[in-house]
């Protein structure tokens, strides 16, 4: 794997979305980080505080565009894995991590009959998650699912120790096959809130953001889906 040298002024930049530069964004890494000067160990925080400190809640996405903004994130208590994405992504640039948004679509094995059929399909577009470039190499890092949301339904937690991913497991812990990456959609600089928007309501006619309170991805989004759909 060939190191990343160049480092790309976008990737510490502050933008809409991702407004790494906010008071708000700014005491929630500090504090997250402590004491640590090292920007491995610096991730490694971020990665668990976000990971854990905010309840996985695939039903309540708020659809305002600024609701997704990072500074409007630290303020919740529950939130979804683009939310989280868009929050450990500005909290990382704050702290002078190169940072930026990843997604793909996933296909959860585990979805209920109920969320399949309300949805027609068991793709699952647009699963957002954090890429932070560590010692030349990128790492892609999901905070989805917290831990007592993994320990209570059974589904193996993501950990991450500065040396490899932390990205959905293709099995649950009873062996179950569970999330599958279909397509790799990149790397984004900033959220593509309206391309997602658009995409959400092409696939799933039943959604919008005017008149759901919880987006059909999201749902597809939960491995608990199939135990609480």
């Known amino acids: 794997m060939t190191a990343v040298t160049d480092i790309d002024p976008t990737w510490l930049a502050p933008s809409y979305y991702i407004d790494s530069d906010s008071p708000e964004v700014a005491a929630y890494a500090i504090a997250a980080v402590g004491d640590a000067t090292d920007p491995v160990d610096k991730a490694i925080k971020l990665f668990y505080v ?15 565009p ?13 939130a979804w894995c683009v ?32 969320l399949l059929e309300r949805l027609g399909t068991d793709l699952f577009i647009w699963h957002g998650y954090s890429e932070l470039l560590l010692d030349g190499r990128w790492f892609k890092l999901s905070t989805a699912f917290n831990i007592e949301l993994c320990e209570r339904f059974g589904v193996k937690t993501l950990d991450f120790d500065g040396t490899d991913d932390a990205l959905m497991h293709p ?27 658009a995409d959400f309501a092409e696939l799933y006619p039943e959604w919008s953001p005017e008149t759901d309170g919880g987006s059909a991805e999201s749902a597809g989004d939960s491995a608990f889906s199939a135990r609480i759909g």
């Not at 976000?50 to 305002?64: A, E, H």
């Not at 992504?89 to 979805?111: E, K």
């Open 83 to 114: 939310t989280k994405s868009v929050l450990l992504t500005a909290a990382a640039r704050n702290q002078g991590i190169p940072a930026r948004l990843g997604f793909a679509d996933v296909r959860n094995h585990l979805s209920s009959e109920k």
């Open 66 to 78: 600024e609701a997704f903004r990072a500074s409007h994130v630290t303020g919740l208590d529950t």
């Open 171 to 197: 099995f649950d812990t009873s062996g179950n096959r569970h999330m599958e990456y279909v397509n790799e959609r990149g790397s984004f600089d900033d959220l593509p809130y309206e391309q997602i928007v």
């Open 50 to 64: 976000v990971r854990d400190g905010l309840r996985y809640d695939p039903y309540g996405m708020d659809p305002r």
